[in-house]
């Protein structure tokens, strides 16, 4: 009251003048030399006064939680099973939740059986339109898009540069995890696993297949056997030894077979029916 918090403001601006000057005089000229880092010390705790950011030679430091246009997860060229491969499986919850609708996404297809497969063909963002919600981030069942830290995005061409395709989307998992490794940990806590949900099956597919080969394998026969034994019943030996696999065949195979004779069975069971209906 009666000018008192005025007076205060004033106190501190002068106070933080004055910190500026002494604390330039304590760094000296390597406050500000470009050869060494010390623009984290200027943004630290300890530094006092106003602080001048020589934008673009120094930037700021984002948040971890810092979000910006969203890009697409894909694995690292190092991976030992999926090197490249797309954690997006184009289901389209992106695109739906996406309040401006900035998202498009076309699902590929086998070029040999023409069914769609869990990876997307082409995928679209108008970085103009999107607002950096997150929603796509947030809904995304396979943590496979993420939002960015690269906020500068400014150019003339708004045709070819502010419409990101896959390619320009697409980051490699280490990228999520350097620039966001609190969330990249707790995302992976939630999922149990460092991996893609589908590598994590695929690894677990694989050890459950190498086990169930060697249990098929036949027992070692023993090291001494007596040659009575063995020529008074050798029609019982040949009967209990085990069928040779065949050449070729892996533990799964059947499988496959049955659920490619059921599908065999389900199109013709519906190529009966609309037959009746025609």
């Not at 027992?219 to 019982?236: M, Q, R």
Request: aromatic letters at 8%; proline letters at 7%.
């Amino acid at each position: 009251m009666y000018g008192t918090g005025l007076a205060k403001g004033l106190l501190l601006t002068l106070r933080h003048f004055v910190e500026s000057y002494i604390d330039d005089l304590r760094y000296g000229f390597r406050k500000y030399h470009h050869s060494t880092d010390n623009f984290g010390i200027r943004q630290g705790t300890k530094t006092k006064g106003v602080i001048t950011v020589q934008y673009p030679d120094e930037k700021v430091a984002v948040p971890e939680r810092f979000r910006f246009v969203p890009f697409l997860i894909v694995e690292d060229e190092d991976h030992p099973t999926r090197a490249g491969k797309d954690w997006c499986t184009s289901c389209g919850i992106c695109a739906k939740v996406c309040p401006p609708q900035c998202i498009w996404i076309v699902r590929g297809n086998d070029p040999v059986t023409g069914r769609p497969v869990p990876e997307p063909e082409a995928f679209f963002i108008d970085i103009d339109i999107c607002m950096n919600c997150g929603y796509c981030a947030e809904y995304c069942p396979f943590d496979a898009i993420k939002m960015d830290h690269d906020y500068e995005m400014a150019s003339y061409d708004r045709t070819s540069h502010h419409i990101h395709d896959k390619e320009r989307l697409s980051k490699p998992n280490s990228y999520w995890r350097g620039i966001a490794p609190t969330r990249a940990y707790e995302e992976m806590l939630v999922r149990g696993t460092w991996e893609h949900k589908d590598a994590a099956k695929e690894a677990r597919r694989g050890a459950a297949s190498s086990a169930r080969g060697r249990s098929s394998q036949p027992a070692a026969p023993a090291a001494t056997v007596t040659s009575s034994a063995a020529e008074a019943a050798p029609e019982a030996s040949a009967a209990a030894a085990p069928a040779p696999a065949a050449e070729g065949a892996t533990p799964w195979s059947e499988d496959d077979a049955k659920r490619e004779e059921r599908r065999r069975k389900a199109l013709e069971r519906k190529a009966r029916r609309a037959a009746k209906q025609g």
